[in-house]
């Protein structure tokens, strides 16, 4: 079994939105036992909030459902998880600093290097801004997870 965990600050936007989108394609693909995904954030600001409605709506609009409960990034996900995939690079310098060995580090992977077709260096947040900016992320997010499951199925 693969195990994947998508890690953004608040895990209450883009992290979910990958979760979501990488479980509806590997439901699509029939390949529900062979993956764990789950999704934190760095901050822990909203521990056992569900994903920001706008982000639900606009993932629901495309047939996404979004069951992420947030929760706070921990140094023990490094043992559960195969992948820890951030969004920005603020994440992943939070995640480095939690690893306690080479192995750790060598399992973050950023979001932004799986989607080619973007200008994005990192995934942003879009939490401040319009409909636009979620529909940006989870058209970013939907090129990563495809191209993560390329990845991972060799």
């Known amino acids: 079994m693969i195990k994947v965990l998508f890690v953004c600050l608040g895990n209450i936007c ?3 939105a990958a979760e979501g989108v990488l479980l509806h394609l590997i439901r699509e693909r029939g390949w ?26 606009h993932a629901k609009a495309r047939g996404i459902e979004l069951p992420s409960i947030s929760r706070k990034f921990l140094p023990e996900d490094f043992r559960r998880f195969d992948w820890i995939v951030v969004m920005d690079n ?15 580090k060598g399992k973050i992977l950023k979001m932004a290097d799986f989607t080619p077709s ?12 319009g409909a636009q900016g979620f529909e940006h992320v989870l058209d970013m997010v939907n090129e990563g997870c495809e191209n993560l499951l390329k990845k991972f199925n060799g």
Request: charge should be negative.
């Open 14 to 16: 883009r992290s979910p």
């Open 32 to 57: 529900e036992d062979k993956y764990e995904v789950d999704s934190a954030g760095t901050s822990g600001h909203h521990d056992g909030e569900r994903a920001d409605p706008r982000m639900r709506t």
């Open 90 to 104: 603020s994440n992943y310098r939070n995640c480095l600093k939690l690893a306690s060995h080479e192995e750790d």
């Open 118 to 129: 973007f200008s994005d260096d990192e995934v942003p947040d879009p939490y401040y801004g």
